[in-house]
């Protein structure tokens, strides 16, 4: 037995306006992909003022070295860690930052939002090194003589060549912020629904 559906205009009209709005209730409009792109920068935030990885683990202290150069440099010793100018902070939390990345791709049935930062080119592999933590390779983070003077100190005390500089992940969130991102969405997708049952 074979069973055959044809629809009518009327019904074809309503099963693409079903699956038009389907579509729409996954795919972000500008508007909220801001908002939602905002709950993610927050959460970087976070980690920076509370000078801990996405997962609550404390960042590792600054070195005596590190602390000594700072102080030098007129910043304070010890804290904030990783913030001496703000413009890492800034080029993953500030929207309008020459090094912030932000991007929305539609998908079908959904929305990518790429919220993060690229290092600048004065300092490739910044980023990576005070996330992930490994040893220098050049000049420190950029900085010639800085990373010069580095060098000639601790090569004048027997040192390994280079600078081992501990992980302190701040990219990612913690689980409030993932809890906030999520309720952000979640609420953009039932409003979308509400408007969808009316």
Do not use: C
């Not at 579509?23 to 801990?52: M, P, T």
């Not at 102080?71 to 010793?77: S, V």
């Amino acid at each position: 037995m074979q069973a055959t559906v044809e629809f009518t205009q009327e019904s074809q009209a309503r099963w693409d306006a079903t699956w038009r709005d389907l579509e729409q209730l996954a795919a972000l409009g500008k508007r909220e992909a801001a908002l939602i792109a905002d709950a993610g920068r927050r959460g970087v935030a976070r980690n920076f003022e509370r000078e801990e990885s996405p997962d609550g683990t404390p960042w590792h202290p600054l070195a005596v070295f590190t602390q000594r150069e700072r102080t030098r440099l007129g910043f304070a010793a010890q804290h904030p860690i990783l913030h001496r100018t703000g413009d890492l902070l800034r080029s993953f939390t500030e929207a309008g930052h020459p090094q912030h990345v932000y991007e929305k791709i539609d998908y079908h049935f959904g929305t990518l939002l790429l919220v993060g930062a690229r290092d600048n080119p004065r300092t490739p592999g910044r980023i990576a090194l005070l996330n992930a933590g490994g040893v220098t390779t050049g000049p420190l983070l950029g900085m010639p003589e800085q990373g010069r003077a580095l060098e000639r100190y601790m090569n004048r005390g027997g040192f390994a060549r280079g600078y081992n500089v501990p992980a302190r992940p701040f990219v990612g969130w913690s689980d409030a912020a993932v809890a906030q991102v999520d309720a952000q969405a979640r609420a953009v997708v039932n409003q979308r629904v509400e408007r969808a049952g009316r």
